[in-house]
Structure formats: C-alpha cells, structure tokens
C-alpha cells in the first residue's frame, strides 16, 4: 500500500528544497512584470499550492473508494486498509486547513501594517 502522507511530505519537502536553491541561484532578480501580470514566484506558489491540494483531494478520493469497497463486502478490501486510508485522508485534510489557517493569519497580519 502505498504511504500517501508521506508522499505529500516528502513534495512539500521537494518543493521546499527547490524553491531555496532558485533563491540561491537569483536572489535579487525580481520578476514582476508592469501590467498587472503576476511574477513567477506568485506563479510557482500558486502550482505548488494546487498541487498540495489535489494531492489532499486525491488521498480523500483513495479513502473514499476503499470505504465503500468495504461497505460492499469486497473481499480484496480490509477493514483496517480501509481506516488506514481514512486516518491518512484526515490527517493531510487537518494538514492543509492548519496551513489555510497560516495563511489566513499571515495575510491579515500584512494587512494590518501601516504603509
């Protein structure tokens, strides 16, 4: 079986990875574009964060399959295959509202600075 939240940590930590070294290689090259076209760090944040979240919504799909396969009575299915998925699908669910909370906390933090 394959071990879903470990997955997604182990992105999060790629992603984490990748994100210094392309701060290490032009840490001063600033992107943005005049225009109202949005710099390419917005850009990776954006996919990144996506990513993380169709990761989230296809390990609540896995778990979802598996209980109902189990509902059916499919014997290829067990019982604790099944709450294993379950538990992995609220733990990267609780994951990502805590990072939503992050966020959220973080953008009003910004907000409330004078200018």
Known sequence: M?????????D???????????????PNVDNT???????SSQADFAGMLKSAIDNVNSVQKHSGELKTAVEMGDRN??????????QKASVAFEATVQVRNK????Y????SMPV
């Open 108 to 111: 009003k933090e910004i907000m």
């Open 2 to 10: 394959n071990i879903k939240a470990n997955a997604l940590y182990s």
């Open 12 to 26: 999060l930590q790629a992603m984490a990875s990748q994100a210094r070294r392309m701060n290490d290689i032009a």
């Open 33 to 39: 574009v005049v225009g109202g076209v949005n710099n």
């Open 77 to 86: 299915v067990s019982m604790a295959e099944a709450m294993i998925a379950s």
């Open 103 to 106: 966020l959220l906390e973080a």
